[in-house]
């Protein structure tokens, strides 16, 4: 079994920083890429961002020279550096992964999710 567990997730200041991370753990072969969700209410679930193995990166154009992902490959850890915080950034943020487990084919996995709230 393959677990993803996030962290990080906090009420701050608009304007303010916070560090999501989240780390990957169990039967796992190989990881192909990493990356965050989020999902704010009343809103579909949309992609943040993600870095593959190759440490190419993707942002969504919201997030873009604010928010930065990267990964402690020997961690199988990815982190989001999120800067420059705004209201609208507020959501429950989700870790995915592609990842091959020792049992087989690649899957993909969510985390249970933290809770940013950007807030004065």
């Known amino acids: 079994q393959v677990q993803l567990v996030e962290s990080g997730g906090d009420l701050v200041q608009p304007g303010g920083s916070l560090r999501l991370s989240c780390a990957a753990s169990?039967?796992?072969?190989?990881?192909?890429?990493m990356g965050w969700y989020r999902q704010a209410p009343g809103k579909e679930r949309e992609l943040v961002a993600s870095?593959?193995?190759?440490?190419?990166?993707k942002y969504a154009d919201s997030v873009k020279g604010r928010f930065t992902i990267s990964k402690d490959n020997p961690k199988n850890t990815a982190y989001l550096q999120m800067n420059s915080l705004k209201p609208e950034d507020t959501a429950v943020y989700y870790c995915?992964?592609?990842?091959?487990?020792?049992?087989?084919?690649?899957?993909?996995?969510w985390g249970q999710g933290t809770q940013v709230t950007v807030s004065s």
């Open positions: 995915n992964a592609f990842i091959r487990s020792t049992a087989g084919l690649p899957s993909i996995y």
């Open positions: 870095i593959s193995s190759d440490r190419n990166t």
């Open positions: 169990g039967s796992i072969f190989n990881i192909y890429s």
